[in-house]
């Protein structure tokens, strides 16, 4: 089993049990299971959830990350009334064609 499985179960049995999870607790948790782990796992979790609670975690887990794609949001500064003028011309093209199409003709 890997360090970070081993720390997620261990993290969601102190948090099913109502107790505070800790880095010691989750070595506890992982030690008497038989699982050896290398020893940055449970500290690097222990940091983790001191800033999140582990039901903060599992209500967000579909909210999703960021959305992907959105777009890149000017970047530049002065370059975005330039890339907002060059939009319209590019819809205007499509009209064009689509206006020389008549599904009734």
Known sequence: MSGDLACTYAALILSDDGQ???AEKMDTIIKAAGVTIEPYWS???GKFVATKSVD???ANV???GGGGGGG???GGGGDAGGAAA???VE???EEE????FDLFD
């Open 86 to 88: 060059a939009a319209p």
């Open 43 to 45: 500290m690097l979790f």
């Open 20 to 22: 505070e999870v800790t």
């Open 97 to 100: 064609e689509a206006g020389d």
């Open 62 to 64: 579909g909210a999703g």
């Open 56 to 58: 903060e975690l599992i």
């Open 72 to 74: 890149g949001g000017g």
């Open 91 to 93: 819809e205007e093209e």
